[in-house]
Nanobody, 125 residues
């Protein structure tokens, strides 16, 4: 099983970036994105079921970020719009072998079994 994230970079405030994550080796129950800013703990960003149900977002990104998956090539995406300096972080894609229905589990990094290597997003002010 392998997750490979890409798409990070430097962008100005208000700009957009699309992160990608190729997934191989098996199918999953759920996938998500997390991020970790310098000196801070890893935090939840967004998640959805592998089959593409209702997405769930952190309050800090709701309305600006969109999580989705391309079924044709098993690539996970995080479309990030209206970026802010506080979005600066290393972004990680993650996948879980099973699905969860309780929001308590959706946002916890321990619920996800597989992780990509991270891609750096820097938003300049």
């Amino acid at each position: 099983v392998q997750l490979q994230a890409s798409g990070g970079g430097l962008v100005q405030t208000g700009g957009s970036l699309r992160l990608s994550c190729t997934a191989s080796g098996r199918t999953f129950g759920r996938y998500g994105w997390f991020r970790q800013a310098p000196g801070k703990e890893r935090e939840f960003v967004a998640t959805n079921t592998w089959r593409g149900g209702k997405a769930y977002y952190s309050d800090s990104v709701k309305g600006r970020f969109t999580i989705f998956r391309d079924n044709r090539n098993n690539t996970l995406y995080l479309q990030m719009n209206s970026l802010k300096p506080e979005d600066t972080a290393v972004y990680f894609c993650a996948a879980a072998g099973r699905d969860y229905t309780l929001s308590y589990y959706l946002t916890r990094s321990s619920s996800y079994d597989y992780w990509g290597q991270g891609t750096l997003v820097t938003v300049s002010s």
